[in-house]
């Protein structure tokens, strides 16, 4: 696909994998020896995280491999269904996040606020050097994109946490853990709808949200040569990649072929739809056709 290093993807997404699985292990750790709720729902959330970006590699090594007879367009769609079960997996750890934190809430347990603290600053510096690192590749792809959101939620939760701690440090309020986490939830799943929704989308080949079918039919009518657009159908295939069908009666007047590459030009330039297949019907002939 245009404008996508797909060596310098996989390069990222292995290197995040590595760190984040360390930081998983050493903020599960670091929640069972201060008893912090926080920290613990940031280490479940992190091992979401170490599944997702697994996921991810899995998928952008899919996603390369050519198309066959019976895959013709290639394994592109890999990486939405990737990007939706990332977005799936993270609905998951909010409602555990949430019941545990509710069990909590009514009688909040001692927390090793010092450790608490400690953690969640090595956790959030190590997150924001993740998420840093996949930021470059989040645009090009929904796949990356939920990976990227995956450790932006837990920088988010090493921030929650950092704050609890401080808070119990300062007031001895023990409550502010189990109010972290919950918030650690309700940005988890906020930043995880949109998503879910565009993967949704894509599957089933909802116009993609840059093109107005509107506009994109009255431009190719507007071609010289032709007279009707109908049977207008455009949807993605994978992030960044769109396709188009049509039918379009002409009059004669315009050859064929200038008119179907006069309607692919202005589908890449102004939309950046790299498919394109119209079919052309005469005006005669589609007039000698019966009504059913």
């Known amino acids: 696909m245009a404008g996508r290093d797909h060596g310098g993807e996989r390069r990222a997404v292995r290197a995040s994998l590595a760190v984040t699985t360390l930081l998983c292990i050493a903020e599960a750790v670091g929640g069972y020896w201060t008893n912090s709720l926080a920290l613990a729902s940031d280490a479940a959330h992190m091992l979401g995280d170490v599944a997702a970006l697994a996921l991810t590699l899995f998928a952008l090594w899919m996603g390369s491999r050519p198309a066959s007879a019976s895959k013709t367009f290639g394994y592109y769609r890999a990486e939405i269904l990737a990007a939706l079960l990332n977005g799936v997996v993270l609905w998951v750890v909010v409602v555990f996040i949430l019941l545990e934190a509710w069990r909590r809430l009514g009688e909040p347990p001692p927390v090793a606020a010092g450790g608490m603290l400690a953690i969640a600053v090595v956790g959030l510096v190590v997150n924001l050097i993740v998420a840093h690192r996949l930021h470059g590749h989040a645009a090009h792809s929904l796949n990356l994109r ?35 986490s919950a918030a650690i ?47 207008l159908h455009v949807w993605s295939l994978t992030t960044g990649r769109c396709a188009l069908s049509a039918h379009a009666v002409v009059d004669g007047t315009v050859a064929g072929d200038d008119i179907l590459a006069t309607m692919a030009a ?15 019907e005469q005006q005669n002939r589609r007039a000698e056709e019966p009504v059913h």
């Open 185 to 231: 939830a309700v940005l988890i799943l906020k930043s995880s709808w949109s998503l879910v929704r565009e993967a949704v989308d894509v599957l089933m080949e909802a116009v993609p949200a840059h093109v107005d079918l509107e506009t994109v039919q009255s431009v190719l009518e507007a071609v010289a040569g032709t007279l009707e657009v109908h049977d």
């Open 146 to 180: 939920g990976a990227y959101l995956h450790v932006l939620s837990d920088a988010l939760g090493s921030v929650g946490a950092l704050a609890a701690a401080l808070v119990i440090m300062v007031t001895g309020w023990m409550a502010a853990d189990t109010i972290a």
């Open 266 to 280: 202005i589908c890449a330039r102004e939309f950046h739809i790299d498919h394109v297949t119209i079919q052309l």
